[in-house]
């Protein structure tokens, strides 16, 4: 077996790997199991140093390969296992869910010949750029001998378990609200310390002799003199915290073969908690947020000639994203040292906290394992001085979370407050304005439609030559529920080249959040390349269902056909000015959207009329007369976020409502008509994809389009409808006959629409699976893929039994064989 693995060993090395990338004996933690016990190979190859499952490339073990056995040994990272039974050598293919796969069998005299026949395939090169992270995300690639998806699923469980570990080890110091029970920038500095101690140690670096015993101090001294930090001198007290901590992260899973940078994410993203950086004035970007913008800024295409910047460093995540990818992309021979020298070069940053400062050069020195420091962080106030230019080359990329807010009163004399009041788009601004290489920034999510990025949306155009803008949910940011957007521009348009920009629009929707933070799934993406005219407009985004927009788009609008108005405002708190209960001067109306459904309005309360307790003029509306209701904060996170209900009883509604009242020559009948296209697919739709926060806005609600027709048929099942909707719960079939209802109103109203069926599919999918705000169990419009050439009417028309099983052969008779040869010759 020795001998065998010596041969494997030297094909290996014939081919490019080098000695210190060919390990024997290699432990390491198998992550994807439970415990993340440790496994053990005979040999493990890596297309270079540091060694970790990213840049695993091959395993070898003794013994015939079982699946079973083998399965076990994934989280090595290594896209093939040579297995070795006798003079025979089995070469096994692993995947991340199914079993691993037997790709040949050969006779171990003839190991040459297999390796010169794969060796274009099976050099480290080859499998370097086959694991490295590129322009797309890694769902989308696959090789023949690598898969991706093992990759993705070993980092994420290395995140976790790091991730469990280090909570386990601090929740001794830690309370439950986050809170240290010592120093908090004590407690980060040695947690640093532990965590490097720890991965020296487990990669059986020289340096770790120093801290064999296990004592607190020798690890702050051994490390403090390794990469020539400032000592630490915890009291007796904090010291006996700190020994504590030491022992749990030491004590943990084996850190040998996990990539440095994941520790540097889990480290920064794990101690700092909401409180911490509230205390201490840090923020977190998400790593795979960080990880997208710096993947499409495509960084790789010239690594020796790009520079890289980040002003409000914060924690440094996006530079340690940076430094991962310009890592990757450096050529494999380059030793650590020559790495190191390369990227504290070329890698730099502000921040005006003193302790964000040091959170980033420490997630970097991480991220740098073996090297030592000599990164490029200072403490600056970039809003005070013109440092942020100054910082700034043709060759820089700038990578950036900049605060969200408005510039104070007192902040706005700054050089960079000329630009705008909004600090986003005043930073934006100057590093557009300094010519950056490229740009990767997360934005307010109202940076994609907003009025107040008009102006620099439009610099931007006049450019770069490539600009893409990423829609991101609420609920990825670990401290906060905000919504973002991400602006990734590139491609620097000089005087001499075409006014031609390409523009990508892309979505992360909440359904695919946790695919996103797991692994950067991109839910869908649009693009278009068009001329930049004399006045660009500004207008970087495509819209979801663009080409639907662009079809209706001479369709009249809900604006010419109802005036629409918000309720009533208060001068008080809103949630003081209702009562359940009649009082003077209180008129009988609406508060609150809970409960507010499509076609059912919520349970009616008493609203305060006082006029010395109204604020605006909401009350002079004609509220006694018939009007359309609608919620003006969005019901629901997903695609289905507007309702709309019929009132004739003179309900009086509060602000989070819009009322819709009729035009003149608008009749009940065409009411209840536009409330079924109020309710259905396409204003759904459009008040998603035309609302970047969670109130819809007049304006966008008046340019819906419509039908320019609606038949009376669309009213009679609306009547339907409504009087089954109330009738008593006890009606056996009630159920049933609403969604079936409810689906005939959807069809009629689509058919008046008249979208190819390609459009309307589109449009249907747009809502898969989403919850529908009904007060029925709603089950969407069925199996749409059994007709895929026929609209959803036509579906209904043939009856859907009509679409079972193999009903083209029912429906289309074929040609006589007389007729057929009359095709054919036509056809020659």
Not at 811 to 827: I, P, W
Request: charged share 25%; aromatic share 8%; with cysteine.
């Amino acid at each position: 077996m020795k001998a065998t693995i010596a041969s494997v060993a030297a094909e290996l090395s014939a081919i490019g790997y080098t000695s210190d990338a060919l390990l024997s004996d290699y432990s390491f933690a198998d992550v994807l199991s439970p415990t993340g016990e440790t496994r053990q190979v005979g040999l493990a190859a890596f297309t270079q140093t540091p060694p970790s499952y990213r840049t695993a490339a091959f395993g070898v073990v003794d013994g015939a390969g079982k699946p079973s056995n083998l399965k076990r040994l994934r989280a090595l990272g290594a896209p093939m296992i040579f297995a070795i039974a006798g003079d025979t050598v089995e070469l096994w293919r692993m995947h991340a869910d199914e079993a691993p796969e037997q790709l040949a069998v050969t006779p171990a005299n003839e190991l040459h010949s297999l390796f010169q026949r794969h060796a274009e395939h099976w050099n480290p090169k080859a499998i370097h750029r086959a694991k490295a992270i590129s322009s797309e995300p890694l769902q989308n690639r696959q090789f023949d001998f690598v898969d991706i998806g093992l990759l993705i699923a070993i980092e994420g469980e290395v995140h976790l378990k790091l991730d469990i570990l280090l909570r386990e080890t601090l929740a001794a110091v830690i309370d439950s609200r986050g809170r240290p029970a010592m120093d908090a920038r004590l407690l980060f500095q040695a947690t640093f310390r532990f965590l490097a101690a720890k991965i020296l140690a487990d990669r059986d670096h020289e340096s770790a002799a120093a801290w064999t015993g296990g004592d607190v101090d020798d690890v702050l001294r051994g490390i403090d003199r390794y990469y020539g930090l400032g000592s630490l001198k915890p009291s007796p007290a904090d010291r006996s915290r700190l020994q504590t901590v030491w022992q749990g992260i030491r004590s943990g899973i084996n850190f040998r073969n996990i990539s440095a940078d994941d520790l540097a994410f889990v480290y920064e993203n794990t101690f700092v908690t909401s409180e911490v950086r509230a205390q201490l004035g840090t923020h977190s970007t998400p790593r795979q947020m960080a990880e997208h913008v710096v993947r499409r800024l495509e960084l790789w295409r010239d690594p020796v000639g790009t520079r890289v910047y980040e002003p409000f460093t914060g924690a440094g995540v996006l530079l340690v994203a940076a430094l991962r990818q310009l890592s990757a992309a450096l050529p494999l021979e380059w030793s650590d040292a020559e790495r190191h020298a390369f990227l504290t070069e070329r890698l730099s940053g502000d921040e005006i906290d003193e302790f964000a400062c040091e959170v980033a050069k420490l997630s970097l020195i991480l991220a740098d394992y073996p090297n030592h420091n000599g990164w490029d962080i200072q403490q600056a106030d970039l809003f005070s001085s013109g440092r942020l230019r100054e910082r700034i080359t043709p060759q820089t990329f700038v990578i950036c979370n900049p605060p969200f807010e408005d510039f104070e009163l007192d902040e706005r004399d700054g050089p960079i407050a000329q630009h705008s009041i909004s600090k986003p788009v005043a930073v934006l601004h100057e590093v557009i304005s300094a010519q950056a290489a490229g740009i990767g920034f997360v934005l307010p999510a109202t940076f994609i439609m907003e009025k107040r990025y008009r102006e620099v949306r439009a610099l931007l155009e006049r450019t770069y030559a490539s600009v893409e803008i990423v829609e991101i949910p609420d609920d990825v940011f670990s401290a906060s529920r905000t919504a973002a957007s991400l602006l990734i521009a590139r491609d620097l348009r000089s005087a001499e080249d075409e006014p031609i920009i390409t523009i990508r629009s892309s979505e992360v929707t909440l359904r695919d959040r946790l695919s996103f933070l797991q692994g950067g799934l991109i839910t869908r993406s649009r693009s278009v390349t068009r001329w930049v005219t004399d006045k660009p407009t500004g207008n970087l985004w495509i819209p979801a269902l663009n080409e639907v927009w662009d079809y209706l788009a001479d369709r009249p609008t809900l604006g010419e056909k109802l005036e629409l108005h918000r309720g009533i405002e208060w001068q008080g708190d809103q949630s003081d000015a209702w009562s359940p209960d009649p009082k003077p001067a209180y008129r009988r109306g609406l508060h609150g959207v809970n409960g507010h459904l499509q076609y059912q309005s919520p349970r009616a309360v008493w609203l305060d009329c006082r006029t010395d307790s109204i604020r605006g003029g909401g009350l002079k509306f004609a509220w006694d007369d018939p009007k359309l209701i609608l919620n003006a904060v969005r019901l629901s996170r997903y695609s289905w976020r507007l309702a709309a209900s019929f009132d004739d009883t003179g309900l009086i509604c509060s602000q989070q409502f819009i009322a819709g009242w009729p035009k003149e020559g608008i009749s009940q009948t065409e009411m209840l008509a536009l409330m079924a296209v109020l309710n259905g697919p396409i204003a759904n739709a459009f008040s998603t994809v035309f609302t970047s926060d969670q109130r819809f806005r007049l304006g966008t609600l008046a340019n819906l389009p419509l039908p320019y027709l609606l038949s009376e048929e669309v009213a009679g099942l609306v009547q339907t409808y409504l009087r089954v909707l109330g009738t008593a719960d006890a009606l056996s079939d009630r159920e049933d006959v609403l969604q079936k209802t409810l689906v005939k109103i959807d069809a009629a109203v689509l058919s008046a629409y008249e979208l190819p069926v390609r459009l309307e599919r589109e449009l249907l999918r747009f809502f898969d699976q989403n919850r529908r705000p009904v007060a029925h169990a709603w089950e969407g419009w069925g199996n749409l893929d059994m007709a895929p050439g026929l609209s959803l009417s036509e579906m209904l028309a043939g009856g859907r039994e009509q679409f079972t099983g193999n009903w083209v052969s029912r429906t289309f008779t074929a040609l006589s064989k007389n007729e057929a040869d009359v095709v054919r010759r036509y056809l020659r």
